[in-house]
Antibody, heavy 121, light 110 residues
Framework: QVLLVESGGGVVQPGESLRLSCAASGFIFSSYGFHWVRQAPGKGLEWVAF????????YYADSLKGRITISRDNSKNRLYLQMSSLRLEDTAVYYC??????????????WGQGTLVTVSS | QSVLTQPPSVSAAPGQRVTISCSGGSSNIGNNFVSWYRQVPGTPPKLLIYDNNKRPSGIPDRFSGSKSGTSATLGINGLLTGDEADYHCGAWDSSLSAWVFGGGTKLTVL
């Protein structure tokens, strides 16, 4: 079955960088697009970024552009999110989510359990 | 401020039907598919409806989705106390080149 396991979260100070990782298994990783979605404590879902199945295109939330990079390694079945210049308001649970449909599907389907990023001085 | 607009909360009695609305615009709901997600606090979201009205395997037919113009609706029949959760709508926005979510709706089963 589909399994998505995020890692890399933790407590960081404002201005620091962090790289999140999502290990995928149970399906053909290279056939699906992937999202990162975050959720601040007590808040709704906020979309962060999307990368197409072949890595040919990346899309970012306007509010985060310039500070984040989504990438994937299809040889390792891994998705990444590089975050820099972290701010207090970046504190959230970060989820990776696999697109529901193969190839050019967009809708998030399966979700990981999330990794908590806490930005605190 | 979310691009898609949902009511913050809805409530209904067990056994009844409830609907949750999701309002957007021509660049998202109007011209793209809508998805719905159910989330119990402290757990990841779960896909309930995709492509406006399709249910993934394992989702009971008590859950339904519809779309008209720039609005979408999630319907839940035969409410159970276990349906209490937050419900989120989402769609691709072609103008933003971004996935957008609604602010979420908390369902209370009285």
């Amino acid at each position: 079955q589909v399994l998505l396991v995020e890692s890399g979260g933790g407590v960081v100070q404002p201005g620091e960088s962090l790289r999140l990782s999502c290990a995928a298994s149970g399906f053909i990783f290279s056939s699906y697009g992937f999202h990162w979605v975050r959720q601040a404590p007590g808040k709704g879902l906020e979309w962060v970024a999307f990368v197409r199945y072949d890595g040919s295109s990346e899309y970012y939330a306007d509010s985060l552009k310039g500070r984040i990079t989504i990438s994937r390694d299809n040889s390792k079945n891994r998705l990444y999110l590089q975050m820099s210049s972290l701010r207090l308001e970046d504190t959230a649970v970060y989820y990776c989510a696999k697109a529901r449909s193969i190839w050019n599907g967009l809708a998030p389907g399966d979700w990981g359990q999330g990794t908590l990023v806490t930005v605190s001085s | 401020q979310s691009v898609l607009t949902q009511p913050p909360s809805v409530s209904a009695a067990p056994g009844q039907r409830v609907t949750i609305s999701c309002s957007g615009g021509s660049s998202n709901i109007g011209n793209n598919f809508v998805s719905w997600y159910r989330q119990v606090p402290g757990t990841p979201p779960k896909l309930l409806i995709y492509d406006n009205n399709k249910r993934p395997s394992g989702i009971p037919d008590r859950f339904s989705g519809s779309k008209s113009g720039t609005s979408a609706t999630l319907g839940i029949n035969g409410l159970l106390t276990g349906d209490e959760a937050d419900y989120h709508c989402g769609a691709w926005d072609s103008s933003l080149s971004a996935w957008v979510f609604g602010g979420g709706t908390k369902l209370t089963v009285l």
